[in-house]
């Protein structure tokens, strides 16, 4: 057929004649009839012919057992409420998404179709609400996680059986941290058995798991690991020592700055005496203590050395036992700490050693401060006690006391905190209608 194309070409369309043959006859015939030029006509026709030959063998005839979705058995969320949750994807607002998915979860209602796929991606990004997520997308999305390996992994369990020698990094660290938290000693064992064969950015992630059951007893292994040829993995182990109670590491800052605060009683209005903590500067640390995590030099302007040294080792000592060396009622050291002439120099690492060892006298003293807020220092409080801090801070920090007031818990905002305050009761107006469309 090819060479009849050419043959056409070269003598012309007067002197020679292509006809689609064959198959494409019926083609042909309405190419001819529908052309009235014949150079048009012979171009269409040629042009058909190429593309029928390239269009190779017709395709033969398949099977595959595709799994049949299951039928939904709750019902679906309204279109308002899933236009709710499409808003907050769009704007990553993940206040308002936990909230939506939360209340849904209560309700027990799906979200639509058409949202599976965006939900099943966000749930990717949020390991550890996950299952919270996936709930609200139904059989639905049970089904296209078994179909799409980059879903796969949330229709998995948490890894209840991960295997220490086979399993994924992730499923590795799961194991170890749950044997730590029932059988501490034993989950070292294990990690001390391999722990040489692992490349550094593992060691690393483990070091990090010993967090969970962490005790004076893992001092040892720790202490071999800081001659680690890996920077990071001797940062992580000396990150679990420095404050670890009883450590030799935690020792040497603890016993610098019972040497380097001095407290004194001065008379005070005349008749009243009055305990002052004062900081000796011509204290200096040993040079062993500059091998252990503590910088010499201040980088913070206008910061002594030695202020900043000392300001340092305060974030990785228990308040507990600096006030127990002083024979003070912890709330007592904690107070002379912050009135103390370079409590300003000192309130950031006050404030990391408040969240490091949950210590709630600390948190609440410095929120009572000036310019004392940091949510994670509310977090800290009980809960029935954080009411006089976000009267406090609501106004000066609306979006982070927001968050923690819409937690995952999702409890009753307090009365006089909700009809207090114009800008949260605004902001609950605008998202109240949620609440009916949820019941």
Same mark, same amino acid.
């Given at each position: ?15 020679a ?22 150079e ?35 019902a679906?969320l309204?279109?308002?409420i ?9 704007g ?8 939506v ?5 209560q ?12 939900i099943l ?14 709930s ?17 992994k949330?229709?998995e ?5 991960a295997?220490w ?16 938290e ?12 391999s722990?040489?064969?692992?490349n ?8 990090e ?15 071999e ?10 940062e ?41 903590l004062?900081?000796d ?44 060396n ?10 002379l ?8 120099? /000192?309130?950031?690492? $006050?404030l ?5 060892? #949950?210590?709630?006298?600390l948190? &609440? *003293?410095? =929120? %009572? @401060?000036?310019?004392? /807020?940091?949510?994670? $220092?509310?977090?800290i409080?009980?809960?029935? #006690?954080?009411?006089q801090?976000? &009267? *406090?801070y =609501? %106004? @000066?920090?609306?979006t ?22 114009? @800008? ?16």
């Amino acid at each position: 057929m090819q060479d009849e194309i050419v043959k056409t070409g070269l003598l012309g369309t007067n002197r020679a004649s292509f006809q689609l043959a064959g198959d494409l006859n019926e083609i042909g015939s309405k190419v001819s009839s529908s052309q009235k030029d014949k150079e048009d006509a012979f171009l269409i026709s040629a042009a058909i012919t190429f593309l029928y030959a390239e269009s190779g063998l017709e395709a033969e005839e398949g099977k595959a057992d595709m799994p049949v979705c299951p039928q939904e058995i709750k019902a679906e969320l309204s279109g308002n409420i899933n236009q709710y949750i499409a808003d907050a994807l769009a704007g990553r607002d993940d206040v308002w998404f936990d909230f939506v998915i939360a209340k849904a979860n209560q309700a027990g209602k799906l979200v639509s179709a058409k949202m599976v796929p965006l939900i099943l991606n966000k749930a990717l990004e949020q390991r550890q609400k996950r299952e919270k997520i996936v709930s609200v997308c139904g059989e639905l999305g049970k089904w296209l996680c078994m179909l799409n390996p980059a879903w796969m992994k949330l229709n998995e369990k948490q890894e209840e059986d991960a295997d220490w020698e086979t399993g994924s990094l992730e499923q590795r660290k799961l194991f170890l941290r749950r044997l730590r938290e029932v059988n501490p000693s034993e989950a070292l064992d294990l990690l001390k058995s391999s722990f040489a064969q692992e490349n550094a950015a593992n060691r690393v992630e483990f070091i990090e798991v010993l967090q969970t059951g962490l005790s004076i007893h893992d001092e040892p292994f720790l202490l071999e690991v800081l001659n680690d040829k890996s920077k990071k993995v001797k940062e992580a182990a000396l990150s679990l020592l420095q404050p670890l109670e009883g450590s030799s590491i935690n020792q040497l800052y603890l016993d610098h700055l019972t040497r380097a605060f001095q407290v004194k009683e001065e008379r005070h209005l005349l008749l009243l005496k009055k305990k002052v903590l004062y900081f000796d500067a011509s204290v200096l640390p040993s040079g062993e203590i500059f091998k252990i995590g503590i910088e010499k030099v201040s980088s913070e302007k206008g910061v002594e050395d030695v202020v900043f040294q000392t300001a340092q080792m305060l974030a990785f000592v228990n308040p507990r036992l600096l006030a127990q060396n002083f024979n003070l009622p912890e709330e007592d050291w904690i107070s002379l700490l912050l009135e103390q002439k370079d409590s300003v120099i /000192f309130k950031p690492f $006050l404030l990391a050693a408040a969240i490091r060892f #949950k210590n709630k006298l600390l948190a &609440e *003293k410095i =929120l %009572d @401060s000036e310019n004392g /807020f940091d949510i994670r $220092l509310m977090e800290i409080i009980d809960e029935d #006690k954080r009411l006089q801090w976000f &009267e *406090k801070y =609501l %106004d @000066s920090h609306f979006t982070s006391v927001l968050e923690m007031l819409l937690d995952q818990n999702y409890s009753i905002l307090p009365v006089q905190l909700s009809e207090s305050k114009g @800008s949260l009761q605004t902001h609950i107006r605008l998202r109240n209608p949620i609440i009916s469309d949820l019941h």
